[in-house]
């Protein structure tokens, strides 16, 4: 700051206005936070190339919950009484000017503190946005804080292809892949015709002739078939009939779908697929989420939903990390003590002075860290104490896995 041209001040003045921006010393953190500002979008509005609305051309929209860091502004159009920003949007990087606020006072911009996310399992932190097998940076520990510079961005993984289905044989409801990210397709739309579904209850024979037939069964409402013949005008009655297979129990006769006074029993279902190879449906879109059942091959599933292709979410910092609950959270600097510990002078605790006693329900803020002290696997933090401002390194949990300090909910 001394060397600056633009500071032209003497390392006394340095010095206070340092204690000025943080009275216990300036971290990385607190220092970004004087110089980046961040937004988050409250309702969807434009990104555009310029700044003048009237000249500019509308890049994309910008989605509800997207952050936005500050390049420059904000700036404020007098003549259509609004303000606006130059930013850059952190999931994708597109750049361009946005209204913070249009002229009849609503807003599409709030102000945000910078995002950070905290590791709550251990997981990879890779070089590139692609996942690639076995390439990581390092493994992040739980507790560690990952500083946002790019994301959360979408991921697709590979082609996976999901619906949610009924399975015909016994109404089974859940999520299957149709496609999977090599390619391998474990289920397609039945051809036109292949099955027909009943709207009435009607009668199963055993053979297409009504007078010479025998009844099987009954096939009730909404039950599947598979065609395997017809369908057939029988000519003694003129109604329509098919020989088929009944995806419920296999049972294999002839059904009447038509009558001769045109009243219909059984309609093409053109919202079947036939299942190729055994395949778990499941009770979440999530391709990882718990199964309900396996559905056998040659099994005929009923469309419910979709097809939807399957994402995952990644967000950048110094890496790629996958965002998913089990493995990040949302982090503030804001703790609260569950189990009485102690605030240190020193990290390495070993060579630490106890300040005072942290009690049970106490707040502090985080400074600096969570750094890992290696000699005794635990993460500490440098925090201030919200009761009498005292500042020193706390542990976050001990290594037998007791919680000292917890985040405060958001």
């Given amino acids: 700051v001394t060397k600056s041209p633009a500071m032209a001040c003497s390392s006394e003045q340095a010095l206070l206005l340092f204690r000025y921006i943080e009275a216990d010393g300036i971290t990385r953190r607190s220092f970004l936070r004087i110089l980046q500002q961040y937004y988050v979008c409250v309702k969807t509005i434009a990104i555009t190339n310029e700044f003048e609305i009237s000249k ?159 009844v099987l069964r009954k096939l009730d409402v909404n039950e599947t078939m598979r065609i395997l013949e017809g369908p057939a005008t029988e000519d003694s009655t003129g109604v329509f009939r098919v020989r088929g297979q009944s995806t419920k129990d296999d049972m294999t006769g002839w059904v009447t779908i038509k009558g001769n006074a045109g009243t219909v029993y059984a309609k093409e279902n053109k919202q079947v697929y036939t299942v190729l190879r055994s395949v778990a449906l499941q009770r979440k879109f999530q391709s990882d989420s718990e199964a309900v059942r396996v559905i056998a091959k040659d099994e005929a599933v009923e469309l419910i939903e979709g097809p939807k292709e399957e994402w995952s979410i990644s967000d950048a910092a110094i890496g790629w990390v996958t965002m998913k609950d089990r493995f990040l959270r949302p982090w503030s600097p804001h703790y609260r003590c569950t189990s009485a510990t102690v605030i240190n002078d020193a990290f390495v605790v070993k060579n630490a002075v106890t300040i005072r006693k942290l009690e049970v329900g106490e707040t502090v803020e985080v400074i600096e860290g969570p750094i890992l002290e290696s000699s005794l696997d635990v993460m500490r933090v440098r925090a201030r104490a919200d009761l009498d401002g005292v500042v020193g390194w706390v542990t976050l949990k001990g290594n037998q896995g007791t919680p000292f300090l917890v985040r405060k909910a958001r």
């Fill in 56 to 214: 500019s051309k509308t890049h994309r929209m910008l989605d509800l919950d997207e952050v936005i860091e500050v390049l420059e502004g904000p700036r404020s159009d007098e003549r259509l009484g609004i303000t606006r920003i130059r930013g850059r949007a952190l999931g994708d990087g597109s750049v361009g000017w946005i209204s913070v606020k249009g002229n009849q006072g609503t807003p599409f911009l709030k102000e945000t503190p910078k995002p950070f996310f905290s590791c709550v399992a251990k997981i990879a932190l890779e070089p590139d946005f692609k996942q690639q097998d076995g390439a990581s940076v390092r493994m992040l520990k739980m507790d560690e804080v990952l500083e946002v510079l790019e994301g959360p961005r979408r991921e697709k993984v590979g082609d996976v292809v999901r619906i949610r289905a009924k399975t015909c044989k016994d109404a089974s409801v859940g999520w299957l892949t149709v496609k999977d990210k090599e390619g391998e397709v474990f289920a397609e739309v039945a051809s036109n015709g292949q099955y027909y579904t009943c709207v009435v209850s009607i009668t199963m024979t055993d053979v297409q002739d009504i007078k010479a037939c025998k």
